[in-house]
């Protein structure tokens, strides 16, 4: 089984409509993110959280908010998609322990605003 | 501002031959860390290899090492004997050390190993 997963791994929504994304991880890392990435511009990042009780705005937070459910699930919501939010969007964990705090990836949400 | 500059959209490489994967970076921290991932058309971002700016070896790991010329703020990835299953989107990151876990990330190069 993979080490972090992302639900739904597609999907295609409308203007307009509020969306989750949800991802959850074994590593027993303390760290989470949200990224998103566009294509020709890289990831870049929306979200982060240190633990669960620590929550923080990346760089493009504008029309995101997250919630830490518990240490091995943080979710990523779209209050009212709209077309631009179009992208693919990656969660990652790490470990603070380590001397690298190397982010690992899941496999990636596409998401298609209409 | 922190920056990562990827400077080749698209390389082009022989099979078995060697490729080298440019990334220049700016920051004016002293500690930070730089990271190589790669992206196959499946999509996922898969970890290759990091450096640490302290680091007075150059990170190697199997077919990817990292030439770390810290003088030069770059921090290139070096693919031996490349491989079919090499083709893929190839990001530089770097993250500063005094700001947790974020990485910011260049615009990446494409490689395709051609056999």
């Known amino acids: 089984d993979a080490d972090v997963t992302q639900t739904p791994r597609n999907r295609i929504t409308k203007t307009g409509k509020r969306i989750m994304l949800e991802c959850s991880q074994t590593?027993?890392?303390?760290?989470m993110y949200w990224y998103r990435q566009d294509p020709g511009l890289g990831l870049r990042l929306i979200y982060y959280?240190?633990?669960?009780?620590?929550?923080n705005k990346g760089e493009i937070s504008d029309g995101y908010s997250v919630s830490r459910q518990a240490q091995a699930k943080f979710s990523l919501s779209l209050e009212s998609a709209i077309p631009n939010q179009t992208a693919l969007y990656f969660c990652?964990?790490?470990?603070?322990?380590?001397?690298?705090?190397?982010?690992?990836f899941g496999p990636g949400t596409r998401l298609t605003v209409l | 501002a922190q920056k990562i500059t990827q400077t080749q959209p698209g390389m082009f490489v022989q099979e078995k031959e060697a490729v080298t994967l440019d990334c220049t970076y700016d920051?004016?921290?002293?500690?930070?860390?730089l990271f190589w991932y790669k992206q196959p058309s499946s999509g996922e971002m898969i970890f290759l290899i990091y450096?640490?700016?302290?680091?007075?070896q150059n990170a190697t790991e199997g077919r990817y090492s990292l030439n770390f010329q810290k003088a030069r703020k770059s921090a290139n990835l070096v693919i031996s004997a490349s491989q079919l299953g090499d083709s893929a989107m190839y990001f530089c990151?770097?993250?500063?050390?005094?700001?947790?876990?974020?990485?910011?990330f260049g615009q990446g190069t494409e490689l395709s190993v051609k056999p």
């Open positions: 990652a964990t790490s470990d603070r322990d380590t001397s690298t705090d190397t982010q690992y």
């Open positions: 590593k027993g890392h303390d760290r």
């Open positions: 959280s240190f633990d669960v009780k620590d929550i």
């Open positions: 920051t004016s921290d002293q500690s930070y860390g």
């Open positions: 450096q640490g700016s302290y680091d007075e």
């Open positions: 990151a770097m993250r500063r050390s005094n700001q947790g876990g974020k990485l910011i």
